[in-house]
T-cell receptor
């Protein structure tokens, strides 16, 4: 029972490089999201999706792109990495039971990204 | 902006004692959730309490919600070493739509054997 799988676990980038953080879930969840976690800041929502073909911005979307071509996958792209994007990134998914009512999130184990 | 704020930021107690963590938030909510995060791992959902509920139990966990004070508390009874982790509250504001959870900064709980 894999749940939410994130790859890679660790990544080091140089400023200006691009990369994609992968996220896959096998629970047939409609909702998927990306958060970043920084010391003293808690988790902040970057982008989210309520189904294939639908994405929307969260609190801190600048510098990140997402797409949702399938229910299972929700990759996060950094087009030109900056040191300010050094963080731990978490993907999460959930089944939306009722419109307007949140349900528990299932998290991956994170990707630790360092930008030098 | 942060919706929830946990208090205290860090808590250290002896095994067997009870641990209480508090969460305050700013706007009207649909529900409030508590999560646990072990070091180097993702968050794990503990309990969800809806805005029309006042108290909820799950095993050794007890959560209360006071919407008039915009606050919630998480009580862990008879703590164990395995409870050592960070605990986060998360809220979804009624004016933000479903699933745009906003997390607090967390309480780091250490259980000493």
């Amino acid at each position: 029972n894999a749940g939410v799988t994130q790859t890679p676990k660790f990544q080091v980038l140089k400023t200006g490089q691009s990369m994609t953080l992968q996220c896959a879930q096998d629970m047939n969840h409609e909702y998927m999201s990306w958060y970043r976690q920084d010391p003293g800041m808690g988790l902040r929502l970057i982008h989210y999706s309520v189904g294939a073909g639908i994405t929307d911005q969260g609190e801190v979307p600048n510098g990140y792109n997402v797409s949702r071509s399938t229910t299972e996958d929700f990759p996060l792209r950094l087009l030109s990495a900056a040191p300010s994007q050094t963080s731990v990134y978490f993907c999460a998914s959930s089944s939306i039971y009722n419109t307007g009512v949140s349900s528990p999130l299932h998290f991956g184990n994170g990707t630790r990204l360092t930008v030098t | 902006s942060q919706q929830g704020e946990e208090d205290p930021q860090a808590l250290s107690i002896q095994e067997g004692e009870n641990a209480t963590m508090n969460c305050s938030y700013k706007t009207s909510i649909n529900n409030l959730q508590w999560y646990r995060q072990n070091s180097g791992r993702g968050l794990v959902h503990l309990i969800l309490i809806r805005s029309n509920e006042r108290e909820k139990h799950s095993g050794r966990l007890r959560v209360t919600l006071d919407t008039s004070k915009k606050s919630s508390s998480l009580l862990i009874t008879a703590s164990r070493a395995a409870d050592t982790a960070s605990y986060f509250c998360a809220t979804d504001a009624t004016d933000q739509g479903a699933q745009k959870l906003v997390f607090g900064q967390g309480t780091r709980l250490t259980i000493n054997p």
